[in-house]
């Protein structure tokens, strides 16, 4: 009996032990519902641990699944498919860039990209779907349906043995990158990267990070600093000073001082860029969801200037309320995406160029004998022209344009049939919209948004009574006194 008694107290005791035992936990157990710890990453924040330490510039940083804590589930099953492929073929291949940023951050990637040691021409061969682009910087293309996975193969720099001939990689007098296909290893291909968030590599196999340029400390410190010498890379690339300031909006990180200190000086830079990249530039920073943050960032560098030099102009110098018509559109554009409704650059074009095209198109009635109609499309033709030189803006968004400013001109005229055929016109929706900020932001058009807002929202009976209201004459409006021949009347 006394054995018995000892045995069992020997095991009450094991048991005792085993609840009061520390734990070990795993990734897995820190994501199970209804669990939280002190380790758990908040999505504004890459970690609460401490802030990792500086190292030396392409030194590697491995950052293991458990620090990272990246849900594997978040990761894109079309780009692993990518990166599993390549592996198959003995290539490296990780996934790499903003993709990896977001996901530390806590928000959704828009995309997914792929780096491997893999050549386009090698890399091409392995996807059924996939096409080669580019010269200047020659990419692979996969797509999966709807989506587009882009694969790049690691760069080297331009003084690279591999580049004896300068065939694969070239730079102008004036520092700026004409060819950058020279071929490396993951390291160079990280300090060939722009800002040190974007250096980060995930990879498949043991799902940890690789990081050679300080961009897991740099993303704990919400920071955007510049790989290598900003000066230097500013000029290889001048729109990488539009980056800067789209990252510091997007993110809301502060530009570190050395990165942000010439980009006054260099901006002038940007002049020489393609019309077409720029204009894909102002849509993302404009177009994104942070409009009105990316905004105060180019207004802060100098920068909004080479992307609407006309807008810009005016600021300065215009009676019209254009700097509070900005901020109301992009605003407007920011509230609309992150309600998941679309938007067209042609109507943020149109918007932003509005008061520009105005002012030209009065200067117009005062100098020619034209129609107001007839002035307009000669005011629009100017306006247009002199922006493409700085934004390519394609016809099939230049031509939509034309028609809401028309519709500006039109919309005061709403007498008899005119007023339903109007709400009928299919830019009518974008028009309207563009009254509603332009009365936002302070223009006095006499009510002129409301009586179209009550006339969609009223029924037959009322539409009826409201166009009774309204002289089968023109609407009274304000004359214009003509600076020559005052006998001939308004334009207006």
């Not at 009518?428 to 302070?442: C, I, K, M, N």
Request: glycine share 6%; aromatic share 8%; charged share 25%.
């Amino acid at each position: 009996m006394q054995e018995l008694l000892i045995i069992l107290l020997l095991i009450v005791c094991a048991a005792l032990a085993y609840r009061l035992m520390p734990r070990h936990k795993t990734p897995a157990d820190d994501q199970t519902p209804g669990k939280t710890t002190a380790n758990t990453t908040a999505p504004e924040q890459v970690s609460t641990q401490v802030v990792a330490e500086y190292l030396p510039l392409g030194h590697k940083r491995i950052i293991p699944e458990k620090a990272h804590r990246i849900p594997r589930q978040r990761l894109d099953d079309n780009a692993m498919k990518v990166v599993y492929r390549l592996h198959d073929a003995g290539h490296d291949s990780f996934l790499v860039g903003g993709c990896i940023r977001d996901l530390l951050l806590g928000q959704k990637p828009k995309d997914f990209d792929v780096a491997t040691s893999a050549h386009p021409e090698e890399a091409v061969e392995l996807f059924h779907r996939g096409r080669l682009i580019g010269r200047r910087f020659k990419l692979l293309h996969v797509r999966f349906g709807r989506e587009l996975i882009e694969v790049a193969t690691f760069r080297a720099g331009h003084d690279s043995e591999d580049n004896d001939d300068g065939e694969q990689g070239r730079q102008a007098a004036n520092g700026m990158i004409l060819r950058d296909n020279v071929y490396g290893t993951i390291e160079e291909d990280a300090l060939r990267r722009d800002f040190t968030v974007n250096a980060l590599y995930y990879c498949a196999k043991d799902y940890s990070i690789y990081d050679f340029a300080n961009g897991y400390p740099d993303l704990q410190q919400r920071i955007i600093r510049m790989i290598g010498d900003p000066a230097l890379r500013y000029r290889e690339d001048p729109v990488r000073m539009l980056r800067a300031a789209r990252f510091a909006a997007k993110l809301g990180f502060e530009i570190e001082p050395a990165t942000a200190a010439p980009i006054h000086e260099l901006s002038g830079l940007l002049a020489r860029i393609a019309p077409a990249r720029l204009f894909d530039e102002a849509l993302k920073l404009l177009q994104s969801g942070y409009g009105a943050a990316a905004y105060r960032q180019l207004q802060r560098f100098d920068l909004f200037r080479y992307l609407f030099p006309l807008t810009h102009a005016q600021l300065e110098a215009s009676d019209w309320p254009i700097a509070a018509l900005i901020q109301q559109v992009l605003k407007n554009t920011d509230r609309r995406l992150e309600q998941g409704k679309s938007v067209t650059p042609a109507f943020m074009f149109a918007a932003l160029l509005w008061y520009p095209l105005y002012q030209r198109y009065l200067e117009i009635l005062d100098e020619d004998e034209l129609p107001p109609l007839q002035a307009l499309h000669e005011a629009a033709n100017q306006i247009l022209s002199a922006q493409v030189k700085a934004t390519a803006i394609p016809r099939r968004f230049s031509a939509p344009m034309r028609e809401i400013w028309e519709l500006q001109l039109r919309l005061p005229r709403y007498q008899g049939k005119r007023a339903d055929q109007l709400l009928s016109h299919p830019r009518f929706r974008a028009a309207y919209d563009l009254v509603l900020l332009r009365e936002s932001a302070g223009e006095d058009l006499q009510g002129l948004g409301q009586w179209w807002t009550d006339y969609q929202h009223g029924n037959e009976g009322q539409r009826r009574d409201m166009l009774s209201d309204v002289s089968t004459d023109e609407r009274p409006r304000k004359r214009r006194r003509r600076r020559r021949k005052p006998s001939s009347g308004s334009h207006d």
